[in-house]
């Protein structure tokens, strides 16, 4: 075993499979069985707001949907389109901000200065994170093929002050193949719930779509998990393809 492999293992069963509440998460990596890659989003809850939804899939779009419309409070935090694309940009996130970076792309606007638009969210004292990734492939699309782009940024709560978001963009080198980076919302259960802190956190995403989907269920604690979802994307870029699991689904 890799020493990156080693670190990656041990990642997954301290923050994921031993973590009663990671909150939301985020993966991007790369694919063990192409050269493909895989972008991995989850949602956890404990309360009944939280978990009155489910994953809805139209094309290559993901999204969140309520069960009982009439038992939603607040839509603005719970219902969203987790995962959109463009021609040879993959976007995630856990909001509305998926949208936010979708159409500042469309013109001309860049990850960052979306970003720079969005707040933490103002559910106090919790001030959850806002977390997103990018996986921009448009290089390859080049002759000469070019490399691949990933950007993973969060957007947390100031210590000092939580009236003021501090912002962190990561841009890592690609991973090996069969290895991601991972944001999650918090570091485990609390009250109020502890921000995620540091870097991104290195993760195994081994096997095909379905096979990385079965990993990532099993290991999210079975009282909190909601919803899962894998994309495969090809190295070469094109439409994704998602897999995806929910705990509850519409009558």
């Known amino acids: 075993m890799t020493e990156a492999l080693a670190i990656a293992k041990d990642n997954f069963e301290r923050h994921i499979r031993q ?11 790369r694919s063990s069985e192409d050269n493909g890659w ?3 989003y989850w949602i956890m809850g404990r309360s009944t707001h939280s978990q009155n ?14 069960l009982d419309e009439s038992k939603v409070e607040d839509p603005s935090l719970i219902i969203y389109e987790a995962m959109l694309e463009l021609p040879g940009v993959y976007l995630a996130s856990n909001g509305d901000q998926t949208r936010t970076v979708y159409e ?8 960052d200065s979306a970003l720079a638009t969005r707040e933490r969210e103002p559910d106090a004292p919790n001030y959850t994170p806002r977390i997103s990734g990018m996986l921009d492939l448009r290089l390859r699309q080049l002759p000469g093929v070019g490399p691949a782009k990933l950007a993973l940024n969060i957007l947390k709560a100031n210590r000092a002050n939580p009236a003021l978001t501090d912002r962190f963009t990561y841009r890592p080198a690609p991973p090996p193949p069969g290895m991601g980076y991972c944001l999650t919302t918090y570091e485990g259960d609390g009250s109020p719930l502890p921000s995620f802190e540091g870097d991104p956190r290195l993760v195994p995403c081994a096997g095909d779509s379905d ?3 079965e990993t990532y269920w099993e290991a999210l604690d079975e009282e909190n998990r909601i919803s899962l979802a894998v994309k ?5 870029g094109g439409p994704g393809q998602i897999v995806f699991r929910n705990r509850f689904v519409p009558v």
């Not at 495969?232 to 070469?236: G, I, N, P, W, Y």
């Open 104 to 111: 500042a792309l469309q013109v001309g606007g860049t990850f």
């Open 53 to 66: 939804r489910y994953f809805a899939v139209d094309g290559h779009v993901l999204r969140t949907k309520p």
């Open 232 to 236: 495969h994307v090809s190295d070469q």
């Open 211 to 213: 096979e990385v989907l």
């Open 38 to 40: 895989l972008m991995i």
């Open 19 to 29: 973590n009663a509440y990671p909150g939301r998460g985020l993966v991007i990596g």
